[in-house]
């Protein structure tokens, strides 16, 4: 699909349009078009998903009881213990990683750190200079640490069937994650984004390595050639079959967790064992289930604690019996059902998560609907605040500085709030996967749309995009396109199949940029570069950037204001790497915001953007309830490891279950009330 539509622009821009086409790219500064309303993108379709869902609703109730099941993981771990909180963790305590160098290291010296330290806002910016206004003043303190998620305990046993979300013992001893003798539980080594609005993304996680297309087995897409499921034929034999969906970064994304031995299990080694261990289980079955949950309230088993249909009946209400009815066993016994449950698992997560949409805020209402007719109201802003008003804060004109003076919009583009939507990339054509700019050192590069270096960290401590994955490919387009020498008429195959179109790029150097791919050794600048994230909601999901570092709104602001937390110039500039002096992108500069369009500024993204079924964790965001692990027993000095030896005890957080009218209707507050407060 996206093949011939892009070959078709190729054709336009080589055609009577040319000159036309050229002019327009070369005045590409036009001005960033208003952002609109999340209604009227569709989320982005999947072809093909017919042939292995058959019904839809079932799909979401399987994925759903998944997402939020604490016996889907080890340690108690669901997706949810990481994502509970619209969508993403603000839990405080044994959230940080050590990040590269395995050594906790305080920000400064007199402070305290470390396994199960409780951060508390004092801690935050983690990188703070003396000057808030001079990112090149002297730093006040600093680390590599990474604010992550805190995940399994411990990392070895195999521990079959049927024992369900518990007991994994002993890591080797002496790893930095421990209190005394005791094992604390491990962390992420970046901070968790939020799974709401996800599915606008073209690609997942920060450094996009959840593949855009869906292998049916491991996040990498067309990188891993292994990849293969059963597929059941007429005559009942099993083929081996490669899976390929496009615009299923989504499920790409959820098959890594659930294996991976910091997030979910310390146990399994695989998706068949998996399968097993979840077949039989009745969904939730520790956890509560309200009685007007807008998805398992139908299916609710009569004690409330979980849902009345096991995970084998709702795979197999779900999805094509091609790829679960076959009664053949492999060589280790495993059947049909549980050596593809990575593609039930990847595809229900899926389409839950493709519900979690969140487009009514009051900017979508603000603007209203073209698709449904739905006029803006006015109102909507101007009621968090009147622009006349200049003794208080105004969403609205804090709309003008992020449009203007602030350039977010640059790259926090569209409804969706961030240029690496798919929408973004494909139909609006401006640029597409891989695109052209003027760096902030002046000289044009080559990189991957959406992911920008904004000078978070230096470079060198998280490549981001600049990563190869495990096969040795880079994560990055660009250098995929680079690799394979600038094909003319742009056409990448390996391992991504891909055509990149020089006639959309931004910049084009001279007319004849139509007809022929950049340079050989043209600039590629995607080191230290990460995916842009949505601002929907972003007033939920504290901490901030891929290291978790920031930790106020405000604090962002500041951030910007400076230029980004870089340093240095030319030689010793952080964001450089390899060959590239700098990738620092050219919107990442001082701005000179007043006090006014700072706040203001925050104002917007705290007040417009904050859909309120998600701070208030109604319908689609409802949700069972959840044991949320909230770091150990004790603090960072001494833990409590009473009930197994050498681990340290659980502190935990109950997470009610909210029904479709959320946290209210159970006498909750809402996460932040309608004032953004
Ligand atoms: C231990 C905590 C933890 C658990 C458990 C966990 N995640 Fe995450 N999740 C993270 C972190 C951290 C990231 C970012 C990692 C990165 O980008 O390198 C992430 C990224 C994501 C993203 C990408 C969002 C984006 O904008 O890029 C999605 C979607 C997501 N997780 C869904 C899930 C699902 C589904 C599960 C269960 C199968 C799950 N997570 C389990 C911590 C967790
Ligand atoms: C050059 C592109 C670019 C521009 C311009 C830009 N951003 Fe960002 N923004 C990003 C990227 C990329 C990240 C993630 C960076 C990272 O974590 O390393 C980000 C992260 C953020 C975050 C953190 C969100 C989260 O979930 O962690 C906020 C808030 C934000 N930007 C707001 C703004 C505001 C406000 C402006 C304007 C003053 C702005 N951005 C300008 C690209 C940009």
Request: with cysteine; glycine share 10%; charged share 20%.
């Amino acid at each position: 699909m996206r093949f011939s539509a892009l070959a078709l622009l190729v054709v336009i821009c080589t055609g009577a349009l040319f000159s036309n086409q050229t002019v327009q790219a070369q005045l590409a500064v036009s001005p960033p078009a208003s952002p609109g309303s999340l209604k009227d993108v569709s989320v982005p379709p999947v072809p093909g998903l017919v042939n292995y869902i058959r019904d839809k609703n079932a799909a979401i109730a399987l994925g759903k009881a998944l997402f939020w099941d604490r016996n889907a993981g080890s340690d108690g771990m669901a997706c949810a213990s990481c994502h509970f909180n619209a969508g993403a963790d603000n839990r405080a305590k044994n959230q940080l990683n050590p990040k590269l160098n395995g050594v906790f290291n305080k920000p400064f010296a007199s402070s305290s750190w470390g396994p199960n330290y409780t951060l508390t806002g004092a801690d935050f910016p983690l990188h703070r200079v003396s000057n808030v206004l001079d990112r090149n003043s002297a730093i006040v303190s600093t680390t590599d640490d990474v604010v992550g998620s805190a995940g399994t305990q411990s990392g070895t046993q195999m521990n079959l069937l049927p024992k369900v979300g518990v007991a994994c013992t002993s890591r080797p001893a002496g790893d930095a994650f421990h209190v005394g003798i005791a094992m604390t539980r491990l962390t992420t080594n970046r901070n968790s984004p939020t799974v709401i609005n996800a599915v606008f993304n073209y690609r997942n996680f920060w450094d996009g390595r959840a593949n855009n297309m869906f292998n049916g087995v491991t996040p990498f897409g067309p990188r891993d050639r292994n990849a293969r499921v059963a597929e059941q034929q007429a005559d009942g034999s099993e083929l081996l079959v490669a899976v390929n969906l496009i615009n299923s970064s989504l499920a790409s994304q959820a098959v890594g967790p659930a294996l991976s031995n910091v997030e979910m299990t310390c146990v399994l080694k695989g998706f068949k064992e998996l399968g097993r261990k979840l077949f039989l289980i009745r969904p939730l079955r520790d956890q509560d289930v309200a009685v007007d949950d807008s998805v398992l309230g139908v299916y609710r088993y009569p004690t409330g604690a979980g849902i009345s249909v096991n995970y084998g009946a709702l795979v197999k209400k779900a999805f094509n019996p091609k790829y679960w009815s076959s009664t053949n066993k492999d060589a280790e016994g495993y059947n049909q059902f549980e050596r593809n449950f990575s593609l039930f698992w990847g595809l229900a997560i899926q389409a839950y998560e493709s519900t979690l949409v969140s487009d009514e805020t009051p900017w979508d209402k603000y603007v209203g609907s073209k698709k449904l007719n739905i006029p803006g109201d006015a109102t909507a802003m101007t009621s968090l605040g009147d622009p006349n008003d200049y003794s208080k804060v105004s969403p609205l004109r804090g709309f003008d500085v992020f449009m203007g003076k602030g350039a977010c919009i640059a790259c926090h583009k569209g409804a969706e709030f961030t240029g690496a939507a798919t929408r973004l990339l494909f139909e609006n054509q401006e640029g597409g996967l891989v695109e052209r700019m003027r760096m902030g050192d002046k000289e044009i590069a080559l990189y991957d749309n959406g992911f920008y270096n904004i000078g978070v960290r230096p470079t060198a401590e998280d490549l981001g995009i600049g990563a190869t994955d495990p096969f040795n490919h880079p994560l990055s387009w660009t250098r995929q396109y680079a690799n394979a020498g600038f094909p003319a008429f742009g056409i990448s195959t390996n391992p991504d199949k891909f055509q990149v179109n020089p006639c959309t790029f931004e910049i084009l150097v001279n007319p004849s940029d139509c007809l022929q791919p950049p340079a050989q050794g043209s600039r590629v600048a995607v080191d230290g570069a990460f995916k842009t994230p949505t601002l929907r909601n972003v007033a939920l999901t504290a901490p901030y950037f891929h290291n978790g570092g920031t930790g106020t709104l405000e604090q962002v602001v500041e951030f910007y204001n400076r230029g980004g937390d870089r340093r240095g110039e030319d030689g010793s500039d952080t964001s450089g790497f390899g060959s590239n002096g700098s990738n620092l992108d050219a919107d990442i500069k001082v701005l000179g915001l007043t006090s006014q369009e700072k706040a203001d500024l925050v104002s917007f993204m705290r007040h417009a953007l904050t859909d309120r079924r998600v701070a208030c964790e109604m319908a689609p965001f409802d949700h069972p309830s959840l044991v949320v692990i909230n770091g150990h027993r004790g603090n960072e000095f001494n833990v409590t490891n009473a009930i197994i030896a050498d681990k340290a005890d659980d502190a935990l957080l109950n997470l009610p279950a909210t029904g479709k009218n959320g946290l209210l209707a159970i006498g909750r507050p809402c996460l932040i009330n309608d004032k953004g407060e």
